[in-house]
């Protein structure tokens, strides 16, 4: 009898938490960000926003492989995660007025202001998941495959236009 491998497990936390706010019904979905104020620029006003408020703000949208930036004020980094949660795919800095698909695997679309977080990899996954309430905080962790190696070598993002 050979020794069995053990289950994944996470590592230690590296990124700050996030609080996400999940997109439910037809026109959250559509529209997303959409007519919102650039987060940054009210940080900028109050230092101590994040510190208050769990860290950077995210919407989620369940169910959603692509997105568009129309009427956008800022420019957003979209994260795209499979079914369990874990990031397949990254569009940095997609500015107004631009649409993004996520590609194979993915599930569901997390969306950010630009630079609100740095240090995304492919493979990491946001825990807690699933994300059930309309609010939650999470963060992204590695996570450990069965051979002891973190998952997912790092990536280069995808290039927008």
Known sequence: MGRQPTPPRPLPP??????????????????????????????????GNAARTGGASALLIAHCTSVHTCFM???LDIIYLDAQGRITRQALALAP??????GP????VLELPAGAITGLQPGMQLQPWP???????????RVADPRGAASAPPAAPIATT
């Open 105 to 108: 695997g993915a599930a569901h």
């Open 14 to 47: 590296l990124l700050p938490r996030l609080r996400i706010r999940q997109a439910q019904g037809f026109w959250a979905r559509f529209i997303g960000l959409m007519g919102r104020p650039d987060p940054r620029a009210a940080a900028a006003r109050d230092a």
């Open 131 to 141: 994300i059930d309430a309309a609010t939650a905080n999470a963060r992204f962790v």
């Open 97 to 102: 007025w631009r649409c993004s698909r996520a």
């Open 73 to 75: 004020r800022y420019a």
